[in-house]
T-cell receptor, first 112, second 113 residues
Framework: GENVEQHPSTLSVQEGDSAVIKCTYS??????FPWYKQELGKRPQLIID?????GEKKDQRIAVTLNKTAKHFSLHITETQPEDSAVYFC???????????FGSGTRLLVRP | DAGVTQSPTHLIKTRGQQVTLRCSPK?????VSWYQQALGQGPQFIFQ???????QRGNFPDRFSGHQFPNYSSELNVNALLLGDSALYLC????????????FGEGSRLTVL
């Protein structure tokens, strides 16, 4: 069935280092891949997204890459800051489906 | 712009009871989706409403039902509550374009005792 796997489940980095979170999806018809950041007790907020006709997208310190052949997509955060600490979720939209399938989340801790 | 608003923010119910959660979408949005987020998990799609009809449904039992009103607001109803229904229920709105960005509310945290 439809599935999105996300790794790692927890990630601890030193402030200023880079962080990479990886996701794989099962349905090759997927064409939309957003990333959400959820701080404790808060709503998930979209931080970046990519569509299947693009291989990479960047927004300041955040970038997302997509490998359609391998059905992988990754979130890259450079120059991490303590305020980047949160849970990050990847998601995929399967073809013409209206629903997002979310990964299980990565808890990122940026140590000062 | 108030964004997506949900009520109540927290509630406690006992097994077998029924609950109704409410959501007002972001201004200009006509589509509402509901997700269940268990502790430590990613959100799981329950269903989506558009033009007052259920457009798509996830893998949830019939105990979960919903409604959308002419002003695009929505309700999620859960009957015969089970302990496993304890979760954060998130409402998300979008402008109706498939696979477009979802704007989430802060959620309603349901505890079933």
């Amino acid at each position: 069935g439809e599935n999105v796997e996300q790794h790692p489940s927890t990630l601890s980095v030193q402030e200023g280092d880079s962080a990479v979170i990886k996701c794989t999806y099962s349905d090759s018809a997927s064409n939309y891949f957003p990333w959400y950041k959820q701080e404790l007790g808060k709503r998930p907020q979209l931080i970046i997204d990519i569509r299947s006709n693009v291989g990479e997208k960047k927004d300041q310190r955040i970038a997302v890459t997509l490998n359609k052949t391998a059905k992988h997509f990754s979130l890259h955060i450079t120059e991490t800051q303590p305020e980047d600490s949160a849970v990050y979720f990847c998601a995929a939209s399967m073809g013409s489906s209206y629903k997002l399938i979310f990964g299980s989340g990565t808890r990122l801790l940026v140590r000062p | 712009d108030a964004g997506v608003t949900q009520s109540p923010t927290h509630l406690i119910k006992t097994r077998g009871q029924q609950v109704t959660l409410r959501c007002s979408p972001k201004s200009g949005h006509d589509t509402v989706s509901w997700y269940q987020q268990a502790l430590g998990q990613g959100p799981q799609f329950i269903f989506q409403y558009y033009e007052e009809e259920e457009r798509q449904r996830g893998n949830f039992p019939d105990r979960f039902s919903g409604h959308q009103f002419p002003n695009y607001s929505s309700e999620l109803n859960v009957n015969a509550l089970l302990l496993g229904d304890s979760a954060l229920y998130l409402c998300a709105s979008s402008p109706g374009i498939p696979t477009g960005e979802l704007f989430f509310g802060e959620g309603s945290r349901l505890t079933v005792l």
